[in-house]
């Protein structure tokens, strides 16, 4: 399945520009890694994850009670866990039914210039996501800076 935003919505910032907002959903079988974002070839264009929300497709299924998980990654080896040490990864989520076990967490310096990928830890159960993003206009020195952190971190 070929990625796609669902949604847009245009906010006015302070200056007078515009930043798009942008939603990208879907449903991710057990286990499956899949692609949310192409690369654009434009290095001063980037994306800033704004939120990382997931569910169980069926959450009041009481045979399907166990925690689902997700992470948003840089590259499209299948995320095998939580790795915060590891960065292409960019974002963590736990679904679970005690709320307290609960969260999502993203790095706070992510920006995505090449492309966006999500796997589904649980290789029970299927799930669903949803990934908020916007627009990054960088300038050339940091959309090189980027993409070179990008590159040293995947090989």
């Known amino acids: 399945m070929e990625p796609q935003a669902l ?12 930043k798009v907002n942008r939603y990208l959903r879907g ?3 057990a286990g499956e890694t899949r692609k949310l974002l192409i690369d654009d070839g434009d290095f001063q264009h980037g994306f800033v994850i704004d939120h ?4 169980p497709v069926n959450p009041l299924d009481e045979t399907n009670q166990a925690a689902t998980s ?8 299948a995320a095998t866990g939580f790795l915060w040490r590891d960065p292409t990864q960019i974002a963590w989520a736990v679904y679970n039914t005690n709320p307290t076990n609960t969260f999502s967490h993203i790095a706070p310096d992510n920006i995505v210039v090449r492309e966006l990928y999500v796997t589904n830890l649980n290789v029970a159960q299927e799930l669903n996501y949803m990934v908020h993003i916007h627009d990054r206009t960088m300038t050339p020195a940091h959309g090189v800076l980027t993409m070179v952190k990008e590159v040293t971190y995947n090989d």
């Open 52 to 55: 990382l929300a997931i569910s």
């Open 7 to 18: 949604g847009n919505r245009v906010s006015q910032t302070c200056k007078g520009w515009s």
């Open 70 to 77: 997700a992470v948003l990654h840089l590259t499209p080896t």
């Open 27 to 29: 449903t991710l079988a």
